[in-house]
């Protein structure tokens, strides 16, 4: 079983930024993050692949940065620019394939508010 773990998030003013971070216990083909605010479904943030391929949702698109770090099986989500919108729980996953079932890490909160 792949751990994921994760660090950062709390609690930051509009505008402000905050740095995620996951590390898992394997090399994963693809990481990336999901975010569930209140009352709303799981949504994807943004993906990345083993060779920097990257995807983003389109209201991050422009202030969040999706990386890894190969050697160190971690994956980061720089966030700047942050709107009271952006509060939700943050989760990690990465699948092992492009075919394989995702691996999570636990939520992390995000709350933007003055």
């Known amino acids: 079983q792949v751990q994921l773990v994760v660090s950062g998030g709390g609690l930051v003013q509009p505008g402000g930024s905050l740095r995620l971070s996951c590390a898992a216990s394997a090399r994963l083909a693809v990481m990336g993050w999901y975010r569930q605010a209140s009352g709303n479904e799981c949504a994807l943030v943004a993906t990345?692949?083993?060779?920097?391929?990257?995807n983003y949702e389109d209201s991050v698109k422009g202030r969040f940065t999706i990386s890894r770090d190969n050697a160190k099986n971690t994956v980061y989500l720089q966030m700047n620019s942050l709107k009271p919108e952006d509060t939700a729980v943050y989760y990690c996953?990465?699948?092992?394939?492009?075919?394989?079932?995702?691996?999570w890490g636990q939520g992390t909160l995000v709350t933007v508010s003055s």
């Open positions: 996953y990465g699948r092992q394939s492009y075919t394989s079932d995702p691996h």
């Open positions: 990345i692949s083993g060779g920097l391929r990257t």
